[in-house]
């Protein structure tokens, strides 16, 4: 999965939203494997007025039906501009 953050939020909130989300896929039953901040980057077209955004790059295991609630999350949530869930193949993982 990648998601990207709005940029205006300070660091002590940045940090907590990747816990949270962290969290998130722990109480559906999944694992998060591994999290890489790539930090604020400038986005390729505006976002809700917004030309920068932090990108968060996140490896985790969660069977399909957690899907649709962490999906859900996402979208509710006002820190968010974008997020992607991207299925790797097991000869990828």
Request: charged share 40%.
């Amino acid at each position: 999965m990648v998601y990207i953050l709005k940029p205006d939020i300070d660091e002590e909130r940045y940090a907590q939203e990747i816990s949270r989300f962290e969290e998130l896929i722990k109480q559906e039953g999944g694992e998060v494997r591994e999290v890489e901040e790539w930090g604020k980057q400038t986005l390729a077209y505006e976002i809700q007025h917004y030309d920068q955004g932090y990108y968060v790059l996140m490896d985790f295991a969660l069977d399909p039906q957690g899907l649709p609630r962490l999906e859900e999350r996402f979208k509710l949530d006002d820190v968010v501009l974008r997020h992607q869930i991207v299925r790797l193949d097991k000869d990828e993982e």
